[in-house]
């Protein structure tokens, strides 16, 4: 199969958010889509954004003739996701009494993507083992399809893009879980 002009760009599907559940293993392929499931604490997730921050410091030294030096001190991201709204499983319920969710947000689906299954490409997909939920904004858009629950939130810990890096999942949560900081 001919590949377009830029590269191999798949088309975005979605992925899950899991509430309430430290540390929850999203890694595995039956988390691809959610199929809009309370049992297991995962939601579809629509759309989302993913905001990688790399936070800087002020460190001045004599050596800069007085102009200001930075140095990368700590890595954070932020995200907003849509879950599209479940009447009888309503996506707030579930999120509300969540300190904390874990999130898989896929890039494309790689059974559902013609150009990525000719071009036998493995799933890639960002796993944040554990977020914070700071914002959930229903959203009615008479225009739009469906109702959906518009969720921010911030990190609160790492993000990993799989499998790029899953040895890098796999000592922090051996890490995380030493500690006791996965229960």
């Known amino acids: 199969m001919p ?3 830029g590269g191999l760009i798949p088309s975005g599907i979605g992925g899950c958010l899991c509430a309430g559940d430290l540390g929850a293993d999203l890694t595995g392929p039956d988390c691809t889509e959610a199929q809009g499931s309370i049992e297991n604490g995962l939601l579809d997730v629509g759309r989302w ?3 990688e921050l790399f936070l800087v410091a002020e460190c ?3 050596g800069t003739w007085g102009a200001i030096s930075r140095r990368r001190v700590a890595y954070d991201f932020r995200y907003s996701c849509e879950i599209p709204y479940d009447y009888n499983n309503p996506a707030d319920e579930l999120l509300a009494g969540a300190a904390t969710i874990a ?3 896929n890039l494309a689906d790689v059974t559902q993507e013609p150009l990525l299954a000719a ?3 493995d799933q890639r997909f960002y796993v944040a083992p554990s977020c914070i939920l700071e914002m959930a904004i229903p959203v009615l858009d008479a225009r739009g399809d469906v109702i959906r629950m518009t969720c921010h939130g911030s990190g ?3 993000i990993f893009l799989f499998p790029d ?3 890098s999942y796999k000592s922090y949560m051996h890490y995380m879980n030493q500690r006791g900081w996965n229960q």
């Open 3 to 5: 590949m377009p002009a």
């Open 49 to 51: 954004q993913l905001q």
């Open 60 to 62: 001045p030294h004599s």
């Open 103 to 105: 999130l898989r947000l």
């Open 119 to 121: 071009n036998d490409a």
């Open 156 to 158: 609160n810990g790492l």
């Open 165 to 167: 890096d899953q040895e």
